[in-house]
């Protein structure tokens, strides 16, 4: 069978970008892109119309970029500090959890979710570590959170 061409109203993975004119085949474009709304018949009237929401489109996302490189940088300059008790080694008797890490940024005004740090384990030891936090899709910002000896 010969291939379709079509609009693509979404981005779709493997596939194209929105606003992209693409061939697929036709029982694919019929059976899913069409119904599940990612993709349109590429007529010119459809086409234009998906031109003025990709100017659209592309405005907004620009101005999220923004947002996203500011909160980064944001959090990139914080030195967050807390003190645990530890023993003559440097080793904490507890641990520092992405839980205490949230309350540390939130005293210092920073909203974020006990999901987005990204601790692999939790901190152990006295000293200045660089906890990676999940600020947007494949955006990371790392905070520095310095853990001090309790006297």
Same mark, same amino acid.
């Given at each position: 069978?010969?291939?379709?061409? $079509?609009?693509?109203?979404?981005?779709?993975?493997?596939?194209?970008?929105?606003?992209?004119?693409?061939?697929?085949?036709?029982?694919?474009?019929?059976?899913?892109?069409?119904?599940?709304?990612?993709?349109?018949?590429?007529?010119?009237?459809?086409?234009?119309? $998906?031109?003025?929401?990709?100017?659209?489109?592309?405005?907004?996302?620009?101005?999220?970029?923004?947002?996203?490189?500011?909160? $980064?940088?944001?959090?990139?300059?914080?030195?967050?500090?807390? /003190?645990?008790?530890?023993?003559?080694?440097?080793?904490?008797?507890?641990?520092?959890?992405?839980?205490?890490?949230?309350?540390?940024? /939130?005293?210092?005004?920073?909203?974020?979710?006990?999901?987005?740090? /990204?601790?692999?384990?939790? $901190?152990?030891?006295?000293?200045?570590?660089?906890?990676?936090?999940?600020?947007?899709?494949?955006?990371?910002?790392?905070?520095?959170?310095?853990?001090?000896?309790?006297?």
């Amino acid at each position: 069978m010969k291939n379709v061409t $079509i609009l693509l109203r979404e981005n779709v993975k493997d596939l194209g970008q929105f606003g992209d004119v693409v061939r697929v085949a036709p029982g694919y474009a019929r059976n899913y892109l069409i119904p599940q709304r990612l993709a349109t018949e590429a007529t010119p009237d459809n086409v234009k119309m $998906i031109e003025r929401r990709r100017v659209r489109y592309e405005a907004t996302l620009v101005q999220h970029e923004a947002e996203i490189s500011a909160r $980064i940088e944001a959090l990139g300059k914080l030195q967050l500090v807390t /003190r645990e008790k530890a023993d003559d080694t440097g080793t904490l008797y507890g641990s520092v959890s992405a839980q205490v890490i949230v309350k540390l940024l /939130r005293d210092a005004g920073q909203v974020v979710e006990e999901r987005d740090i /990204r601790l692999d384990e939790p $901190i152990k030891s006295v000293g200045n570590h660089e906890v990676p936090v999940h600020v947007h899709g494949e955006h990371y910002a790392g905070v520095q959170v310095l853990v001090e000896a309790e006297s």
